[in-house]
């Protein structure tokens, strides 16, 4: 009767555990997503709301804030940096005639380089290219104070940031570029300000070479120094504290162009869920090395974030000996992709034994290194790493105005911790046996839930 007892006790906390960590992880992607922090970039300091709410949550697992950071307490630092930015703070457009005021992020937005402008067009002939090579190859002197229109899927993204970039350049002038035909808009965010504003429109093609009516206003405000910071935590190991183990997500997101908010909950505070809900776990199972955990800004605007981070380590990151970046982690029904796993097979091994095991996800696939985002500063710094992110259609938005808490399935998240608290236990078990042979990996589980 004991036993029996026992037993249902187990099963009741597994269970209140189990609603725990995903309810915990929708609150951390509910408010990190909320309206307030902005889509968590520039624009009104969205980056230091979202900071906020990490701190808050270290504070509530009892680190100490503390600016000399050493690897020898519970505790979280700032870590600031400057980048620069060009903020979109208000856009307005008419669009075929003058009562036809657009959605702002659903109908249009513009890039992120824009400047302020007031341009006003009617019956204003325009150069229509639907097609690669007469766009590339166009005497681009002649593109100097017209209007040019192509789609979208004439170029790629990076084709259309280099033609831009190199009309820019060039210092040709044109009056107003417009891309055209896509289906939901992505922000580009920009850290430059260019001399002219480029316009993006979904939904329906123009295909006339004349404009009946546009009205465009943009007010941006570019920053040559804008400041704003990683945070630092660390839980130190119960044995060896001057060696760590580095879990690392990135908080920023795009911010917003003009009134439209890009939320960003599959990118990434998903992956930031899953880190808080790992800190809570640690925070109270220490474990024989010291954890550390980085949370990472500017990583959209191009990895400045970790960049920063790798090249000014608050210790030595030879002490690292092994980093888990985490980005995307809002689904799952389709596996998990481990970026840079191919370049240290013993490690993914471990991974695919434990997965095998345990029977967490349908697929595991272990591919090559990409510098997709903010693990690569450290490979490039040699510290071993993995990033890690989720696969399936149940969500496949990305860097739209869509991407809410709402719509956000968190599909594997609890899968996704545990693996995770596996994979660092078993890494840790093998450190301490290093003279057994890596292939013969033990496993080690925690007490699932
Ligand atoms: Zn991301």
């Known amino acids: 009767m004991k036993k029996f007892s026992f037993l249902i006790i187990t099963i009741i906390c597994s269970v209140l555990a189990y609603c725990q960590s995903y309810s915990y992880a929708r609150e951390i992607v ?18 230091k709301k979202a900071a906020a709410i990490i701190e808050k949550e270290l504070y509530n697992n009892s680190f100490r804030k503390n600016d000399n950071f050493t690897i020898s307490n519970k505790q979280f630092t700032y870590q600031p940096f400057n980048i620069s930015i060009n903020n979109i703070d208000s856009i307005f457009l008419a669009f075929g005639h003058k009562d036809s005021v ?12 824009s400047p302020n402008c007031d341009i ?36 790629s993204y990076r084709e259309i940031s280099l033609f831009l970039r190199e009309l820019d350049k060039l210092l ?20 430059s300000l260019f001399s002219f504003p480029t316009l993006c429109l979904s939904g329906e093609i123009m295909k006339t070479n004349k404009i009946n009516y546009l009205h465009l206003k943009v007010f941006s405000t570019y920053y040559k120094k804008y400041e704003t910071q990683n945070i630092w935590a660390i839980i130190p190991g119960t044995e060896y504290k001057d060696s760590c183990f580095i879990i690392m997500s990135h908080y920023d997101h795009l911010g917003m162009c003009g009134s439209a908010i890009f939320p960003g ?47 000014n380590p608050l210790f030595d990151l030879n002490k690292v000996k092994f980093l888990l970046n985490l980005d995307m982690c809002g689904t799952g029904s389709d596996g998990i992709s481990v970026v840079n796993g191919k370049n240290i097979p013993d490690k993914s091994k471990i991974l695919t034994d434990i997965n095998d095991s345990v029977q967490a996800f349908t697929n595991i696939r272990i591919k090559d290194n990409a510098c997709n985002s903010d693990h690569c500063p450290f490979i490039e710094k040699n510290v071993p790493a993995f990033f890690i992110y989720t696969e399936g259609k149940e ?6 105005v869509y991407d809410k808490e709402e719509v956000l399935p968190l599909t594997k998240h609890i899968d996704l911790c545990n693996l995770i608290k596996d994979y660092f236990k078993t890494l840790q078990f093998n450190l301490k046996n290093s003279t057994s042979n890596p292939t013969d990996t033990i496993i080690l589980k925690n007490i699932r839930y």
């Not at 959605?103 to 380089?113: H, L, N, S």
């Not at 474990?287 to 191009?302: A, H, N, P, R, T």
């Open 265 to 311: 909950a599959s990118d990434n505070a998903s992956g930031v869920a899953v880190t808080l809900d790992l800190v809570r776990y640690y925070a109270n199972n220490p474990q024989k090395y010291s954890m550390v955990f980085l949370f990472c800004s500017g990583e959209e605007i191009g990895l400045f974030g970790s960049k920063f981070a790798s090249e």
């Open 30 to 47: 509910r408010q990190l997503t909320d309206s307030s922090t902005c889509g968590r970039g520039y624009v009104k300091q969205g980056d």
């Open 172 to 191: 040709i002038l044109p009056k107003l570029v417009i891309i055209q035909g896509y289906e939901k808009l992505q922000y580009p965010i920009s850290t």
């Open 102 to 113: 657009k959605r702002e992020g659903y109908d249009y937005i513009v890039y992120g380089f």
């Open 395 to 400: 969500d496949l938005e990305y860097h739209t």
């Open 120 to 155: 006003e067009l009617k019956n204003e002939k325009c150069l229509i290219f639907n097609n690669k090579d007469k766009l590339l190859n166009y005497n681009k002197q002649k593109l100097e104070n017209k209007v040019i229109i192509f789609n979208q899927n004439i170029l």
